[in-house]
């Protein structure tokens, strides 16, 4: 399809909300607008595609919205949307409201539910990754990612300071159930002493009885101090809480969990976020026009990149393994046989 057989977008945010989801909301609608495209928002992601509740969206109710997280169009998940009746009903109300595309701002789930509605709707669907989990192949980052990070960096490097004062183990919990993105970043980015995510437990759970010989052993070259770890939820049966009573009760260990939660997708979205936004969300536009469908709006070494909506969840995205190495060789205080090889390993596996 070329630039002047298109009329009208449709826009949503769907599943968690990320920080930057608005700052691509309104790129999406200023190059709409450029490019003389009217737009519909669908408000609640799918729930409000399958119950017609919709805004018409133009520049004027975009202006200033990026500085802040959430998303004024709402986002939801929408359990129901996985039937064939919920796709077909969506299809019915694009099709009465004159949609030639629909871009969808979401994570993996939401560019699944887009592909089922393909299957009933035959207009253009583009992809915008906002979660600020980082797990979608095709693109270098998500929107949210950045400010889900620096959020946990900031809260570690508090951590660190009662951790220190009194020689205490933290455990700080981040999100990311599936994907340790958000962990492994975060754990570079404040020092921390150990990560537990969910690649290096699906690949070689972690024993307590090695943590706390790690624990030990750090203590030991480093005299009296802290040690802080990241713990993905959904890592440790009980997660952060569990684990330190755990450290407390069984071997003695004075230790305190902290929960992030929720507070790492709100605030103020990181520069880098509203920015990448901004990229994402004009080219989600320039490839509906170019008669792009079921493709993801994505950034690889700083270039724009189109990938098709099934690999972003199909095809694994790997840890960065030379990250991993850092942490678990160059930065860990417990040096063992080898340590000292000068290449980075692929491997992205616990160490004991
Ligand atoms: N396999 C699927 N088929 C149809 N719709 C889906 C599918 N998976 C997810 N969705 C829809 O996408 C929504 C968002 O997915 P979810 O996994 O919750 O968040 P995210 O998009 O952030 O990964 C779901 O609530 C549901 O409406
Ligand atoms: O806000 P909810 O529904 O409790 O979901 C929490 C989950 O959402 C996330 O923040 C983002 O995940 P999605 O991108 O899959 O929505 C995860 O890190 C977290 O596990």
Known sequence: MSAHEIKKIAVLTSGGDAPGMNAALRAVVLAAEHYGLQVLAFRHGYKGLLENDAVPLVAQDVLHILQYSGTIIKSARCPEFKTDEAAKKAAENLQNNDIDALVVIGGDGSFRGAEHLSHHWNGQIIGVPGTIDNDLYGTDATIGFATAVSIAMDALDKIRDTAEAMDRVFIVEVMGREAGFIGLSSTMASGAERMILPELQREKPLTIAALVKHIERVKKVRGESSYVMVLSEHQWPGGAVALAEQLEAEYHLP????????????????????????????????LALQGETLVMSGIQGNKAVATPLPDTWQIDKPLDPNLVHIQHRVFNPVKKNGDAELSAKNSVTNVA
């Open 255 to 286: 230790c305190r969990p902290c929960l992030l939660g929720h507070i790492q997708r709100g605030g103020s979205p990181a520069a880098a976020d509203r920015i990448l936004a901004a990229q994402l969300g004009v080219y989600a536009i320039e």
